[in-house]
Each structure stands twice: as structure tokens, then as C-alpha cells.
């Protein structure tokens, strides 16, 4: 049943690997189904299937996602982007760029504002499918504890009062118009600034996108039973002006204390849980005996959790002194 979700995985994978690289002649349709060992026509209808969108839409929509981040952070001539991400010319480049952003390349880099890129679709996620997680744990990283002081900073997030869990908070979140997950990673993956940005266009990490909890103010419960706001969002400089799309918020954290939580790689089909279920034990099981600290619970407070399976899994918990 999942066969082909895993084959559609492996073409979505090339192609941001060729346009990472510029490799434009190795991204034809009929080169990657020779690849996968199916005709064109069978490949194209399952791509379709499997992400309801064609395949030269998607190659278009993502071309234009990497350019526009070159446009708004490298110096490099448009022309020369252009011809990078496979246009023929500077005009059919801010064409198709402004047709798909509503602005020019010239006036982006400007005056860069949020705008929807087309993050990279992943039609092979074990937990998304209900597969879970197999074979045995390879890892053999323990969990790293340590604290730091975390800068003031600014929070530009959405927030749901009634979810439980990634998965959870964003099919309550595609209920809401203009609030699901590929709007918002959209959204966020084309804001400038992102202190936890490191060059990526994934959610959940590789573009500094992070879930947070937030300690409600007002100490409303939500539906697990816990005064605690779950929100996705990126963190901020604290000088940051930027544009902030309309349905989001942004909030001022000042300079505090955390402790931070810390697993390395792991293999995320294989391990998954059982680094989760590690992660909640070292949070459940630490002692602070002797570190002159606690968990910081006050109404405000925000917990980050950051999670991109080739470099670490972090909670970011807030603590207050004893």
C-alpha cells in the first residue's frame, strides 16, 4: 500500500538535492522514472495521487521557493539566479516569480515581506502514515542536560488552546482558513532573520520552524488538562521589524534561564519513539538537587521544542532559581 510513497519519496528528495546543487539536466521526469524503474506516465499519475499536484508544478513551485531565498539573502544578480534555478531569462524569472509572490524579484530583495514558498512535501513519514517506528535503536547517544541563558528575543508563532501534539495541533489547525501547515511553514520558511535558521526549507527545524508551549496567562486549562498554549512559530531578533502576516502573533521573551534537553542523530523510521520515550524520562526523572534551580511554571513562561532528526532533538524548559 505504502510503496509508492516511498518511491514518490525518493523523487522528492532528488529534486531538492538538484536544485540545492543546480543540477537542472537530471530533473527531468523521464530521467527520475527511469531511475525508479516505472514509465512516465505511471510515475506521473502516481505523483499526482500522492501529492495532488503534477509533477512540473511542483518542480516549478520549489525552483521558486530555493530562488527566492537567494534573492533575499545572497548579493548575487538576478540574472544569475535566474539562470541558476533554470529560467531562460531575467524576464521569464520575474514573471513567473511575480506571478506566484505578487512582487518582483527587485522589489523583494527591497523589501522582503512573508510570503507562502512551497516547502518540501514528505509522503513517506512513518507517524503520518500510522506506521510507526521499526527495527531495533542504533543510537547509543545519551541524553546531554545543561543550562543557558537565553537572549531576549522576539516569538512570531500561531497558538491552539485545544491540541495534543504535533500531529494533533495541525489538523486542528487545517480546520482554520489560512492556518494550516502548508500555509504557515510557507509563511515562515520565507521570513528573514530567524535566529534558529540554518539555511533549510523543511518544517519542524531545518528552516528555524519550532513548536513552543506557552504557559497561559490567563491559566486556562486546555483539553489535556494543562495551563499550557501549544504554538509553532520561529524565534526572532528582539530588533526585529519585520512584516507580520495577519494571522499570527508575536511576542517580546525577554532574558531568562533554561535548561535544555538534548538527544543527537538518530535514525528517524527506526527511533523515533523510543527517543521520545527517552526525552520524557530525562525531563520526568532530572534532579535538581544542588543546582540552585526549577522548572519555571509562571504564567508567560514558553517551553521550545526542537526537533530535526539529523542534528538533535531539544526541550528548551524555562527554570527559575530556588
Not at 530533473?27 to 506516465?41: A, N, Q, T, V
Not at 505511471?42 to 531565498?69: N, P
Request: with cysteine; proline share 4%.
Amino acid at each position: 500500500m505504502y510503496e509508492w510513497h516511498k518511491q514518490i519519496q525518493i523523487i522528492v528528495d532528488e529534486i531538492d538535492e538538484c536544485i540545492r546543487h543546480h543540477h537542472n539536466e537530471v530533473l527531468s521526469l523521464r530521467f527520475l522514472s527511469h531511475k525508479l524503474g516505472y514509465s512516465e506516465y505511471h510515475t506521473t499519475r502516481k505523483f499526482k495521487e500522492i501529492l495532488g499536484k503534477q509533477y512540473r508544478d511542483y518542480l516549478r513551485l520549489r525552483k521558486l521557493a530555493f530562488a527566492l531565498k537567494e534573492v533575499r539573502d545572497s548579493e548575487k544578480s538576478i540574472l544569475d539566479i535566474a539562470f541558476d534555478y533554470g529560467f531562460s531569462s531575467h524576464e521569464a524569472f520575474t514573471r513567473a516569480f511575480k506571478g506566484l509572490y505578487g512582487v518582483t524579484p527587485s522589489e523583494y530583495r527591497k523589501k522582503p515581506k512573508p510570503v507562502v514558498l512551497r516547502t518540501k512535501i514528505n509522503p513517506f513519514d512513518r507517524y503520518f502514515l500510522g506506521l510507526g517506528e521499526i527495527g531495533m535503536i542504533k543510537s547509543t547517544e545519551d541524553v546531554k542536560i545543561y543550562f543557558v541563558t537565553m537572549p531576549a528575543h522576539k516569538f512570531l508563532h500561531i497558538k491552539n488552546y485545544e491540541s495534543n501534539g504535533y500531529w494533533d495541533f495541525w489538523q486542528k489547525q487545517s480546520l482554520i482558513e489560512g492556518q494550516d501547515c502548508e500555509t504557515i511553514c510557507g509563511l515562515l520558511d520565507s521570513v528573514k532573520g530567524k535566529l534558529d535558521d540554518d539555511g533549510g526549507s523543511e518544517s519542524n527545524g531545518d528552516s528555524g520552524q519550532i513548536m513552543a508551549y506557552i504557559n497561559d496567562p490567563d491559566g486556562r486549562l486546555c483539553d489535556w488538562g494543562i495551563p499550557r498554549i501549544e504554538c509553532y512559530g520561529v524565534r526572532l531578533p528582539f530588533d526585529y521589524k519585520g512584516e507580520v502576516p495577519s494571522q499570527m502573533h508575536i511576542i517580546d521573551v525577554p532574558e531568562a534561564e533554561y535548561i535544555v534537553f538534548e538527544h543527537g542523530p538518530f535514525d528517524y523510521e527506526q527511533e523515533n519513539r523510543s527517543v521520545e520515550e527517552k526525552m520524557e524520562k530525562a525531563m520526568a526523572t532530572f534532579d535538581f538537587a544542588g543546582s540552585g534551580h526549577c522548572f519555571d511554571t509562571s504564567p508567560g513562561r514558553i517551553i521550545y521544542f526542537s526537533f530535526n532528526q539529523e542534528r538533535s532533538w531539544k526541550y528548551i524548559r524555562p527554570v527559575c532559581k530556588l
